[in-house]
Nanobody, 123 residues
Framework: VQLVESGGGLVQPGGSLRLSCVVS????????IGWFRQAPGKEREFVAA????????VYADSVLGRFTISRDNAKTTVYLQMNSLKPEDTAVYYC?????????????????WGQGTQVTVSS
């Protein structure tokens, strides 16, 4: 199983980035997806999750209204569109897959993880 994130980088406050995560080695349609992040010196935290069908979506309060999670089953790819970025969004962002219908906020529900992509929000 392989999860490869991309799209991170340096962006000014108020800017946007779109993260992608390409999943291989599993039947993508059968897995829920989550995005998590970890800032320096902090524990990993939940960002967003989407169910197998895409019908169930949840966001952390800190990103609600600014981030959008989506999935393209044909491309076995999940996206995280991040708008109105703030310095506190700076972190390594990880995607993860869950064999449950819906992984939700709990990282223990996720079976496989990517290596992460760095997002830095700074002027």
């Amino acid at each position: 199983v392989q999860l490869v994130e991309s799209g991170g980088g340096l962006v000014q406050p108020g800017g946007s980035l779109r993260l992608s995560c390409v999943v291989s080695g599993v039947s993508f349609d059968d897995y829920a997806i989550g995005w998590f992040r970890q800032a320096p010196g902090k524990e990993r935290e939940f960002v967003a999750a989407i169910s197998r069908s895409g019908a169930n979506i949840v966001y952390a309060d800190s990103v609600l209204g600014r981030f959008t999670i989506s999935r393209d089953n044909a491309k076995t790819t999940v996206y995280l569109q991040m708008n109105s970025l703030k310095p506190e969004d700076t972190a390594v962002y990880y995607c993860a897959v869950s064999s449950a219908y819906y992984g939700g906020r709990d990282s223990s529900n996720y079976n496989y993880w990517g290596q992460g992509t760095q997002v830095t929000v700074s002027s």
